[in-house]
């Protein structure tokens, strides 16, 4: 790869400017880093999600599409059952006993609304400490969603939802505090809890975005529903497209990062599906695998871990599930990004890429007990990602 920024850009608008994409040279390119500019990144992910077709001709007419599909969504999902909601305060006569809300009928739509409530707050939980150490997910968008925040409408919204839940459940306001909400010991909490202010009306902070595209998600795929986790999924999605340096896409950041998203959990889903586990696409299988590249790759290394007992599920469900988003830095993260994006086997890369980690502190796990090499392997201490792709690279290539 040609090394200097402004000639790596002329190589991805060389390619990205031929009528059709063409998608070898293209994950060629993206595999050895993205660079930000011009929004060459958003464009690069949507192509390698699969979102956006190689057909450049057809770009616009789909982003139209999908962007109006997604409003709808909006309207059904959170719109419609919002207005329902309010409504049936104001027209107590109007209610038979069908729809009311203490029908036990399973089909009610009321015993649907308070289900969605359940996997709205565990959302709301894991939404708000997206990324602690960084200010970007609690600050306003630019964009907020106008069919949402509609003064006009006098729906219940996702965030009023919320409050309202929230006051009848004591419980989840106090671990709203902060005090449980301490993702690992790297990340900061928010010292008050006046960091998780609401924002006035008109206004909605990024993780309340991040919020409905979960929150879509779930009611799209009830037989995923939403499992802690997806949240570090859609976040580093949602950032890069919402820091796009192009505000035409910037604007759509919200439908745009919902169906890259899908895509991608349509991928890697099964790590989330608890019943899928030991199947050959579930993620014992994934860990399993970890090893075996090892074995293959650091014999003694392998051999070592297994004399401890230290089994891959201890580190690698998280490293695996997760795609490596809660082990470094965010930019760093979009870094390890283009690359699994852009590998053509999808997340075998990812497979060596754990391997390098493991072969890069491979001494200080030779000299540690059990303790030492758990707390280096929960808390991974290299914070270099380009010596570890480039170790990773390494392993490939000595296939």
Request: with cysteine.
């Amino acid at each position: 790869a040609r090394g200097s920024a402004p000639l790596r850009i002329a190589d991805f608008q060389e390619v990205l400017g031929e009528p059709t994409v063409a998608l070898a040279k293209l994950r060629e390119l993206c595999f050895s880093g993205i660079p930000f500019d011009g929004g060459l990144r958003c464009l690069c992910w949507k192509i390698l999600l699969n979102y956006l077709p190689l057909e450049k001709a057809l770009w616009s007419s789909l982003l139209k599409k999908q962007r109006d599909l997604y409003s709808q969504f909006l309207k059904e999902m959170i719109i419609q059952p919002g207005i329902a909601k309010a409504n049936l305060g104001v027209s107590r006569e109007d209610v038979t006993l069908e729809d009311h809300p203490l029908n036990p009928n399973p089909d009610s739509r009321w015993n649907t609304y308070f289900k969605d409530n359940e996997v709205l707050l565990q959302i709301d939980k894991d939404v708000r400490r997206l990324y602690p150490d960084m200010a970007f997910f609690q600050r306003p968008t630019d964009y907020p969603c106008l069919l949402i925040l509609d003064p006009q409408n006098e729906f219940e919204t996702l965030r009023r939802r919320v409050e309202q839940t929230t006051l009848k459940s004591q419980t989840v306001a106090r671990n709203r505090s902060g005090v449980t909400n301490v993702s690992s010991p790297l990340k900061s909490t928010p010292s008050s809890l006046s960091e998780y202010e609401v924002l006035p009306n008109g206004c909605e902070a990024h993780w309340e975005v991040v919020e409905r595209i979960l929150f879509i998600y779930a009611k799209l795929n009830p037989g995923i529903a939403y499992v802690q986790g997806m949240n570090e999924i859609v976040g580093p999605l949602y950032y890069t497209f919402a820091t796009d340096p192009n505000s035409e896409w910037k604007e759509h950041a919200e439908a745009d990062t919902f169906f890259c998203f899908t895509n991608l959990m349509a991928e890697i889903r099964d790590n989330f599906i608890k019943s899928l586990d030991d199947s050959q696409c579930g993620i014992t299988y994934k860990m399993e695998k970890v090893y075996s590249t090892l074995k293959e790759k650091d014999m003694e290394l392998y051999l070592k871990l297994q004399e401890q007992n230290i089994k891959p599920q201890f580190f690698a469900f998280r490293w695996l599930t997760l795609l490596l988003s809660q082990e470094f830095l965010l930019p760093d993260v979009i870094r390890i990004w283009d690359s699994l994006f852009a590998d053509d086997k999808r997340f075998d890369f990812l497979l060596l890429v754990c391997c390098a980690m493991l072969t890069l502190i491979r001494d200080q796990l030779l000299e540690g007990d059990f303790t030492l090499n758990m707390r280096l392997l929960q808390d991974y201490p290299i914070s270099d990602v380009h010596l570890i792709l480039k170790k990773a690279k390494e392993l490939q290539d000595s296939k």
